[in-house]
């Protein structure tokens, strides 16, 4: 992939986020902060199965416990 559309989610804070890119049977992950950083490179197929565990509540428990953390440090 020459140059990635990266994309960042509306759900990004100031502090910075991850943006994602796609291509033909692959995702780009980097992260906001740091964009000459390193790229984590995902199947697309392994992607689909990650934000799809997300979106059903699969980390909850991980989830809430950062909330409950990022409350602490504001």
């Known amino acids: 992939m020459s140059s990635p ?3 960042k989610s509306s759900y990004s804070c100031a ?4 943006e994602v ?5 692959t995702v780009y992950v980097r992260d906001s902060k740091n964009r ?6 995902v199947a697309s197929r392994e992607w689909s ?12 428990l991980i ?4 909330e409950d953390l990022d409350s602490v440090t504001k």
């Open 21 to 25: 890119a796609f291509d033909v049977g």
């Open 63 to 66: 989830l809430s416990r950062i």
């Open 49 to 60: 199965n990650f934000v799809r565990a997300v979106s059903n509540g699969e980390f909850g």
């Open 5 to 7: 559309e990266y994309r």
């Open 15 to 18: 502090s910075g986020c991850v």
């Open 36 to 41: 000459s950083g390193n790229v984590l490179e």
